[in-house]
């Protein structure tokens, strides 16, 4: 048995080229034969699996390319309104009443003023007897009764007229008494008229505000939050329009009232805030012209579109305290409107 030289492989005696490696075998005496064995049976190499085809991956889809939302629009910049200059006072026009009034007054003053000049008239140019007639008590009895009255007068002057005086008798002069206390008071010199007085002009009495145990800061701005968060919330609220006021109800109560100008002798929009009397705004349709803060039913103050702040307490508080007073009166009025147009 012999051995390829090149790979080693166990060859044939007969085999002239290498089965394994394809080499070719040179020759080599034989030896003595042998009784060889049994040469194995050549097993060709199992073929090699052939190999797939190769199968490109599949291309990814491309992506597509970036595109950059729309850009929302900017919202235009809020621009306010310029404020037209209002008087500083909210006070219901009431000049018209006012004017009435004075004319009514001025009316009766100036009857009365002819009425005492007829009077006059009449006491200067006739006797007493005309006026104790004019002025009597009885004036008003029936016709009968006055007729009798008069016709007795009349024989009563008479009466008297027939019977001088005892204070008429005749002095040794010729002049009687009375005459000479005539001349004499016509020849005497006029006592001096004192003059008059002049009385001291009432001081008028200050007002003395209580004391109010009351943060003004703190409860301000506790209101302004409370007000800011019921106007958000107003979307959530059943709504009535009606012609004096816009109502908001929440639980069957309104919580926020924007009443129209016009409406109770008012030239402003009111806006009242709060189951009860806590927060108002005054606006003339354009800004906020005065707004008024109330803790208890009572103001406590008020401040103006510019920013200027007014106290309990204050100087000129009397005529904010009006205000208020009016404005708890419009509440009132603008609540039973709402509550009749309910039945």
Not at 143 to 151: F, G, L, M, N, R
Not at 281 to 291: A, C, R
Not at 301 to 313: E, I, K, L, Q, S
Request: proline share 8%; charged share 35%.
């Amino acid at each position: 048995m012999s051995y390829c030289e090149k790979c080693g492989n166990k060859l044939g005696d007969n085999d002239k080229f290498c089965g394994k490696c394809g080499a070719v075998l040179r020759y080599i005496p034989k030896p003595a034969p042998e009784e060889a064995p049994k040469a194995e049976q050549y097993m060709a190499p199992e073929e090699a699996p052939k190999a797939e085809p190769y199968t490109a991956p599949e291309e990814a889809p491309k992506a597509e390319p970036y595109t950059a939302p729309e850009e929302a629009p900017k919202a235009e910049q809020y621009t306010a309104p310029e404020r037209v200059p209002q008087p500083r006072l909210a006070v219901p026009d009431r000049s018209g009443n006012k004017s009435r009034i004075a004319i009514i007054i001025l009316a009766v003053v100036l009857v009365l003023v002819l009425a005492g000049g007829g009077i006059f008239l009449a006491q200067y140019y006739s006797d007493d007897s005309f006026l104790d007639s004019l002025f009597h008590k009885d004036s008003v009895k029936d016709d009968d009764d006055t007729d009798d009255e008069e016709d007795e007068e009349d024989a009563e002057e008479e009466d008297e007229e027939e019977v001088p005086p005892a204070d008429d008798k005749k002095t040794d002069s010729g002049k009687d008494e009375a005459g000479e206390k005539e001349e004499a008071e016509a020849f005497a010199e006029p006592e001096p008229t004192p003059e008059p007085t002049a009385e001291p002009e009432p001081t008028p009495t200050p007002i003395v505000w209580e004391d109010w145990d009351l943060d003004f800061d703190a409860e301000q701005a506790a209101t302004e939050e409370w007000a800011r968060a019921s106007v958000n919330n107003r979307e959530h609220y059943k709504k009535k329009d009606y012609d004096s006021a816009i109502f908001y109800i929440q639980d069957g109560v309104p919580v926020i009232i924007a009443a129209r100008s016009g409406v109770n002798g008012w030239k402003y929009n009111r806006t009242y805030i709060g189951a009860d009397i806590y927060y108002v705004e005054l606006d003339d349709g354009y800004s906020t012209i005065q707004t008024f803060y109330f803790s208890g039913g009572n103001l406590y103050r008020v401040v103006d579109m510019d920013g200027t702040v007014h106290d309990y307490g204050s100087e000129g508080w009397e005529e904010f305290k009006d205000i208020g007073d009016h404005l708890k009166e419009d509440r009132k009025s603008l609540l039973e409107d709402y509550n009749w147009k309910q039945k």
